[in-house]
């Protein structure tokens, strides 16, 4: 494929540089005419192991040049590959300025030229969900005239390893609805060895920041783990080398799909022993302290979602923190059920397992002092608790989908994200 890179920068030098190393025909923009001139020569435009010695063999070979004139290097292409940067502005706002230089410039090169070839637009600059689409509207012609297609593909390379990590991403995210676009950058990429996912734009775009919040908080978490081992004389380095060998429940997918705050017996108690401990050491642990204000705010937010529909009478489904146990220390559900009673809300609730006559030592003792009326709120079955309800709060119980659905009333599922609980009609705001 003929391609342009926008941006000769960490990203841009090394995805040009591979790009024609897979065969492609590259031509890589920049304003800095140093960089274009080091290209030019064979030479890296700036410090990356490898990519010295994979530039003069691609400009030698003739597949990689480049220029100062984006039109000049739009002409004939099939992909422009947007690699410019998105640095912080000084309030903390991303600057997508150089992003939508590079657009305008591609629109008026399109607008010059409405009967050349099919372009598509990759942009691989981080963005905030929905920028893409908003600078592709403000910035590029319309559309609908098929003479080009867009997709977000952002890029996971790390500086230091990055050609090899251009090669083996842990996936290819393309973000686009537009066959088109779909088609070309499978092309772009074929020699990429990763699983190939297709999602929205704006998915797209918000995977980059997921994964890089993510990894900025493995690192704080490592840190202040570190912190607190070496004021309790552990050694850090077995701590987490142990650590990370658990792959079922610490280094895996579990615990990372989103729904009700965490609850129970075991993770608020030592988050908070945990918490007095490193202040008791005089150890600074921001990321250990936002845990529980965290999930504090996330079960408030449920509360307030139910008070903001309205609903004065509620049927909550599963009280305890889990399906199948009758734990009911520190449940989200039995917050959920104080806070709305102590707001005058009626709440009548179902527990499969939860029976107040069973419940002993400190189980017992919990919910007596969070809930002393308990026994006036429970039901025997979910049919009890639902009738005559507004909505329903769907908190550990796995009704069956039927008994939901028959209802015949909203149904809160406070193990989804928000967007799928039941919202206020426009007419009611
Ligand atoms: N550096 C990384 O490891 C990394 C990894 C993944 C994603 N990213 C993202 O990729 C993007 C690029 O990052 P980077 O580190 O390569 O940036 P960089 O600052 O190293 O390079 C950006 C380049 O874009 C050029 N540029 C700016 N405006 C231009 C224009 N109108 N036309 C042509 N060139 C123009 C600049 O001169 C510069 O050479 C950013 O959004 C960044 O967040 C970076």
């Given at each position: 494929m003929r391609v342009v890179v926008f941006g000769l920068g960490y990203v841009g030098s090394v995805t040009a540089a591979c790009l024609a190393d897979e065969g492609h025909h590259v031509v890589g923009v920049d304003l800095a005419r140093q960089k274009?001139?080091?290209?030019r020569?064979?030479?890296a435009p700036l410090a990356e192991p490898g990519l010295a010695a994979l530039i003069s063999q691609v400009v030698d070979a003739g597949r990689l040049t480049a220029t100062t004139d984006a039109a000049r290097a739009l002409n004939d292409a099939d992909v422009a590959v947007v690699c410019v940067g998105t640095p912080s502005a000084p309030n903390g706002?991303?600057?997508t300025g150089y992003v939508e230089d590079v657009l305008g410039q591609i629109g008026g090169f399109l607008e010059e030229h409405p009967e050349g070839r099919h372009l598509t637009v990759v942009i691989r600059s981080t963005l905030l969900p929905g920028t893409t689409e908003r600078l592709v509207a403000a910035r590029m012609p319309d559309p609908a005239g098929g003479r080009y297609s867009v997709a977000y593909c952002p890029e996971f390379l790390r500086e230091s390893s990055a050609i090899v990590d251009f090669g083996h991403p842990p996936f290819t995210i393309i973000g686009t609805d537009d066959d088109v676009a779909l088609a070309a950058v499978t092309h772009?990429?074929?020699?990429?060895?990763?699983?190939v996912r297709q999602v929205s734009i704006a998915t797209?775009?918000?995977?980059?920041?997921?994964?890089n919040a993510f990894h900025a908080v493995k690192i704080a978490f490592a840190n202040e783990m570190a912190r607190f081992a070496d004021a309790y004389d552990v050694d850090a380095d077995a701590l987490m080398a142990v650590f990370v060998e658990d792959k079922v429940l610490n280094v895996s997918a579990r615990y990372l799909r989103p729904g009700a705050s965490f609850g129970g017996s075991c993770l608020p108690k030592d988050v908070r022993a945990l918490i007095h401990a490193v202040r008791h050491a005089d150890v600074a642990a921001p990321l250990l302290e936002s845990l529980l204000?965290?999930?504090?705010?996330?079960?408030?937010?449920?509360?307030?979602?139910v008070?903001?529909?309205?609903?004065?009478?509620v049927a909550l489904l599963g009280l305890a923190f889990k399906a199948g146990t009758d734990d009911l220390r520190e449940s989200p559900y039995v917050d959920i059920a104080e806070t709305l009673t102590g707001k005058g809300v009626q709440v009548r609730i179902f527990d499969e397992v939860v029976n107040p006559a069973e419940l002993v030592g400190s189980n017992e003792s919990y919910i007596r002092l969070r809930l002393p009326h308990l026994e006036r709120l429970l039901v025997d079955s979910r049919a009890a608790a639902i009738a005559g309800a507004d909505g329903i709060i769907l908190g550990s119980d796995r009704a069956p989908q039927e008994v939901l659905l028959d209802a015949g009333v909203p149904v809160l599922?406070?193990?989804t994200p928000a967007r799928h609980w039941p919202q206020l009609a426009l007419s009611r705001i």
């Open positions: 274009v001139l080091a290209v020569r064979g030479l706002a991303l600057f772009l990429f074929d020699q990429v060895t990763a699983p797209a775009e918000s995977v980059k920041y997921a994964s204000p965290s999930n504090a705010s996330h079960t408030r937010r449920l509360v307030d979602h008070l903001s529909l309205g609903w004065r009478r599922d406070a193990n």
